[in-house]
């Protein structure tokens, strides 16, 4: 039994915790710079709009509500990702991106988790305002209410990284474990971050599949030397691309 859960645990993630390793023997902090930003931020903001003085600021940076015009929430999206919900402890979305864009960073690269992140959290926003429009009758639906809800912090783009870092890593268990988890969270609270998360998820997805489209048009392989997937970030030019 011990030697079977052993051999699961290197299969699932063996490569995954290779990888990390190596990045942060070989470059310490050097290796997750991206995500050391992101810490900062999310600290800063929370210090901020904990503020009397710095509350309006962040409301008018980084605060997202389906009630807002579009293009208010397209211009506000990338500061809310970095904006802690604050009826939430700021401890668990410093940890979940600590976490979560550390192994990210090291594993796709900064543009691709910035990518990632972002569309992920895009996806996020955009979903709200379809399911207010669906209204609270449909699977996908949301109540009216939820348009006035602050919809701001890192869980969206924390989800979608998890997903692709999974699909890419071959962590199929995990992967599945996550997907999962946010189905069941969406079953016992079908609230507006639930359904976001799985809004994340099929966006990941969206851009895993999009990215191994391209690679078998061009007959790339999915894993350059010494198993990582590609060219790293900075060695060369061009549009980034989600590896597998």
Request: proline fraction near 6%; aromatic fraction near 8%.
């Amino acid at each position: 039994m011990r030697a079977a859960v052993a051999g699961f645990a290197r299969r699932e993630w063996g490569p995954l915790y290779g990888e990390v390793r190596g990045a942060l023997v070989e470059r310490r902090w050097r290796a997750v710079p991206l995500t050391l930003v992101a810490v900062v931020l999310i600290a800063a903001f929370q210090l901020v709009q904990n503020q009397e003085w710095g509350y309006d600021a962040v409301r008018a940076t980084g605060f997202v509500r389906a009630a807002d015009p579009l293009w208010l929430a397209l211009l506000r999206t990338p500061l809310s990702l970095f904006v802690p919900a604050l009826d939430l402890p700021v401890w668990g979305a410093l940890a979940q991106v600590l976490l979560v864009f550390g192994v990210a960073e090291i594993c796709l690269g900064r543009l691709r988790t910035l990518l990632v992140a972002y569309v992920c959290t895009l996806a996020g926003t955009l979903y709200a305002r379809l399911g207010i429009a669906v209204g609270p009758g449909g699977p996908l639906g949301l109540p009216e209410a939820d348009a006035r809800i602050v919809d701001t912090g890192p869980s969206a783009a924390v989800v979608g990284l998890a997903v692709v870092v999974c699909l890419q890593q071959r962590a199929w268990f995990t992967g599945a474990a996550v997907v999962v988890a946010m189905a069941v969270e969406v079953v016992v609270k079908p609230n507006l971050a639930g359904k976001e998360h799985l809004a994340a998820i099929a966006a990941a997805l969206v851009l895993y599949a999009a990215a191994a489209a391209v690679r078998r048009r061009w007959g790339q392989s999915p894993r350059g030397p010494g198993g990582r997937g590609g060219v790293r970030d900075g060695s060369r030019s061009g549009a980034p691309a989600i590896r597998s």
